[in-house]
């Protein structure tokens, strides 16, 4: 499919909150607390100040473990997002509120209710970023316990957003309550929901679409597509990537809006939003030096090693991280590191790190460093301006989530010396023209389907 280009095209942004990830400097002076509703509080009053669309907080249903151990390198508590974001809809009023829930764990009603009752309390700002779990470890912190089988992720998903849906649009535009009733493999419910449609229609729903059956997925159900960035760096708790170039974004945008037509969607029925993340400098040298020193905290000696044992599968603590690879060959362990999500087979990765290290005579760290994923924009204000000018109007993204490294003054300078740029450049919005989410984003209520 060819989408047509326009340079009146208009960039969306969003940002994520920066919790618990190797892409967090918790050793800068300038964080703060990932748990204080203050640093929440701060976050989203920045993101509202430079007029983006929504702030996305994730989901963490369970602590890593490394080694039979709590994983002590992330260990900070994690607040349930949608407590978090009920507390923000009265400090802010325009920007949206994205909550990161899963299906494998919930419920189409009381899930839907408490959505319903967010979009309410926010004047239709709300936003559900669905995700699906088949993690074991995570599964144990529930009554049913285990977890889902790979094959029955998707269609429970599918079946999931369906459902609330359904339950969305129960009432009438006019206020009135219509008894619902679902009959599927996975939910078998019937009743009358309890909240009333809300100001935008019901909430936006957000969807992670790289692979081939998380594409599909997201181009039958998302209003926004939330995609990786990168260009094939990874590491452990880490953001993954996936779309590090403007040809890999031009693909992989065309793919997902070339899949809307057979659902009976246009592609304006969709926004594409990758993951980014951004250093700036007065020079393009400084900002490369600024790069590479956020790269060095983001890899500690001990998160060196760290990555290493997850790809060796194998205890290497006893290994200097400023020294020569392990002369031990890397065995398959899942289970060494649990609740960690994996991207790429760890023994091969691990080969090709080791061939890395052998090319350019890397230490440990050095390898990590170099290897795993790197900032997406780098340099001046002005061109990092341009640069996601080019992306949007080039149909590689309708926008960008962006990804701060530090809690929760990450946004500032962007906001500060980025987002005037852009509308200098009639690229991004001067004001918020409405008030829901669905107004920010240019989507269209969803029709009742009375």
Not at 60 to 73: P, V
Not at 155 to 180: I, K, N, Q, Y
Request: proline residues 6%.
């Amino acid at each position: 499919m060819t989408v047509r280009s326009s340079s009146r095209k208009q960039i969306h942004l969003a940002a994520h909150f920066p919790g618990v990830n190797s892409a967090t400097v918790w050793a800068d002076p300038r964080s703060r607390s990932q748990i204080a509703f203050s640093s929440f509080e701060q976050l989203a009053r920045t993101a509202e100040r430079g007029l983006f669309d929504f702030l996305l907080l994730a989901e963490g249903l369970r602590l890593r473990e490394h080694k039979g151990r709590i994983h002590d390198l992330d260990v900070v508590g994690r607040p349930e997002s949608l407590t978090v974001l009920n507390a923000l809809a009265a400090v802010t009023e325009r920007i949206g509120l994205a909550a990161t829930v899963g299906t494998t764990f919930n419920e189409p009603f009381e899930l839907a209710r408490r959505l319903a009752t967010l979009d309410h309390l926010s004047g239709g700002r709300a936003a559900w970023n669905v995700v699906t779990s088949s993690d074991a470890l995570t599964g144990e912190n529930f009554r049913r316990g285990g977890y889902l089988d790979r094959a029955d992720r998707y269609p429970r998903a599918a079946e999931f957003v369906d459902v609330a849906r359904e339950l969305w649009g129960s009432w009438t535009p006019d206020g009135l309550p219509r008894p619902f009733a679902h009959r599927g493999r996975h939910f078998d419910i019937a009743g009358e929901f309890t909240v009333p449609r809300s100001p935008q229609g019901h909430p936006v729903v957000i969807r992670a679409g790289d692979s081939g059956e998380g594409r599909e997925f997201a181009a039958r159900t998302a209003d926004v597509v939330v995609s990786r960035w990168g260009s094939g760096g990874w590491l452990p708790g880490g953001h993954g990537t996936r779309h590090g170039t403007l040809e890999d974004g031009r693909a992989f945008y065309a793919d997902v809006k070339g899949r809307l037509a057979q659902y009976g969607r246009s592609a304006d029925d969709l926004r594409i939003m990758p993951g980014v993340s951004v250093v700036l400098g007065d020079t393009a040298a400084e900002a490369q030096e600024r790069a590479a020193e956020i790269r060095r905290q983001q890899v500690s000696p001990q998160h060196a090693i760290l990555a290493l044992e997850q790809l060796w599968g194998t205890d290497l603590s006893s290994y200097d991280p400023d020294g020569p690879f392990p002369d031990v060959d890397p065995v398959p362990n899942p289970t060494l590191t649990q609740g960690q999500n994996r991207r790429g087979d760890a023994v091969t990765l691990a080969e090709k790190w080791r061939a890395l290290s052998r090319e350019k005579g890397l230490s440990i760290r050095q390898t990590v460093i170099e290897a795993s994923a790197r900032q997406s924009f780098i340099g001046t204000p002005e061109a990092v301006a341009a640069e996601l000018e080019t992306w949007v109007r080039q149909d590689a993204a309708d926008g960008f989530v962006l990804l701060p490294h530090l809690t929760p003054g990450g946004l500032d300078e962007f906001v500060d010396r980025v987002v005037p740029l852009l509308q200098e450049r009639r690229a991004f919005r001067t004001e918020y023209r409405g008030t829901t989410l669905r107004s920010h984003l240019g989507l269209p209520e969803p029709a009742w389907q009375g």
